[in-house]
């Protein structure tokens, strides 16, 4: 098994992840990670206080007031906790990526809202034939659901043989399995659907705005604040998606191209799409239950042993530390559980982690790309070498040689034929 030193690193995201996370949030239209400095501030502040409740409280969890983070932050999301993680390279300290997870969004008294796609049949008796559509109803959740969002990587980082774009989405479930009780028995996934270059949507020109007179952006924009514009506004009953055009109603329901790893992903660990989508771009909503996904299943805490060497590892996966001050750090390493149950990890990885032996570390036994280090690729090398030997040994022989060995050979089998063939007879 490959095992090398970590060389990406995923933690909190901090005040001078700004200007980088302002960056990224203009490559994709997310609605959590939205191109505004001061929002993206404010939930890096919130994510601050989340990390600091986790670490110091985890048995009993104390949300909030909404009324002391609620600046720039629509009230279903200020009465939750936002965690924010970004993923380094390490020893450069600037992110090349990001993720969150919201432990709740909304509740009772503040849903959360989508619309429910519902088949509608009719008949008429004198034709003596029927007809199916497709209508979208507005829904009102107030299950409250644990929500992923944010996920982006720097183009350049995208592809990686590492798959760092999956080690930060994994992550998440990672830290909520540390943190189970932060957490609500469902997850959600709001993916994007296909949106232009420019950054509109076809579903929302064709269908929103219909009802909500404002562009798909100036609406993404004001549901940072508030939603209740959109129960105010969109119609009660239902709304037949026949009456869109062929390209929009395609669209209803279906990710873009950028999305479509994010889905697949998520559907390998459980996820699944019930009907329900966003009222803006008709994106598709996912969910899975928490205590189901296996990652969660399989993710333990335990105490970090001494440090071990490269050659006594005989497991990979995701290994975190979470500090009194709520500073997370997590690495996809190499990694040993000794007899006391204690989580040991080379001295390099404990460095990435800023880690010491006795601290409790987070672990997800998993298979995971890890970058060989220097000895493993000459290791690969020399095998490599010996492969090429042994192949030219076992190559044909040329020339003379080799012509009369094949004669020979044809002659003997020739032999055996008619020997075989007597027998028969």
């Not at 660990?269 to 189901?292: C, M, S």
Request: charged fraction near 25%; aromatic fraction near 6%; proline fraction near 6%.
């Amino acid at each position: 098994m490959p095992k090398s030193t970590p060389q990406f690193v995923v933690r909190r995201a901090m005040n001078s992840d700004l200007p980088t996370l302002h960056k990224l949030s203009k490559m994709v239209h997310f609605i959590n990670l939205p191109p505004d400095q001061e929002i993206i501030a404010n939930k890096i502040r919130n994510s601050r206080q989340s990390f600091l409740r986790a670490a110091r409280d985890a048995k009993t969890v104390h949300k909030p007031p909404m009324e002391s983070t609620s600046s720039g932050l629509s009230e279903k999301t200020a009465m939750a906790d936002i965690f924010m993680f970004v993923i380094e390279e390490l020893n450069t300290e600037g992110c090349i990526g990001s993720s969150q997870v919201v432990s709740q969004m909304g509740g009772v008294g503040h849903p959360n809202v989508c619309f429910k796609l519902e088949t509608r049949e009719k008949y008429a008796e004198d034709l003596k034939f029927g007809t199916k559509h497709t209508v979208a109803r507005v829904y009102l959740d107030e299950s409250g659901p644990t929500e992923l969002g944010g996920l982006i990587m720097q183009p350049s980082f995208r592809g990686h043989k590492l798959k760092l774009g999956k080690f930060t989405s994994l992550v998440r479930f990672h830290f909520i399995a540390l943190h189970r009780k932060m957490f609500r028995p469902t997850i959600l996934a709001e993916l994007m659907a296909p949106i232009s270059s420019k950054g509109e949507s076809l579903v929302w020109d064709t269908l929103g705005r219909r009802f909500i007179p404002l562009s798909y952006d100036e609406a993404d924009r004001f549901c940072q604040y508030s939603r209740n514009f959109m129960t105010d506004l969109l119609p009660e009953g239902d709304i037949h998606l026949s009456l869109l055009p062929p390209q929009a109603r395609a669209q209803v329901g279906e990710v873009g191209p950028e999305t479509v790893p994010a889905r697949r992903m998520l559907e390998r660990l459980g996820f699944e799409y019930h009907g329900f989508v966003d009222p803006f771009d008709g994106g598709p909503y996912i969910t899975a239950k928490t205590d189901e996904i296996q990652i969660v299943k399989d993710t333990f805490s335990a105490e970090l042993g001494p440090s071990i060497k490269h050659e006594q590892t005989n497991k990979a996966g995701i290994v975190s530390v979470l500090n009194n001050d709520g500073d997370f750090r997590a690495v996809q390493c190499a990694f040993q559980i000794d007899r006391s149950g204690r989580i040991r990890v080379t001295s390099e990885t404990a460095i990435a982690l800023r880690a010491e032996p006795g601290m409790m570390a987070g672990c997800t036994p998993m298979r995971v790309p890890i970058e060989p280090g220097r000895d493993e690729k000459k290791r690969a090398a020399s095998k490599a070498s010996k492969k090429k030997s042994v192949a030219k040994k076992a190559a044909p022989k040329s020339g003379k040689k080799a012509q009369k060995k094949k004669s020979q050979s044809k002659a003997s089998a020739k032999k055996t034929t008619t020997k075989r063939a007597s027998r028969t007879r």
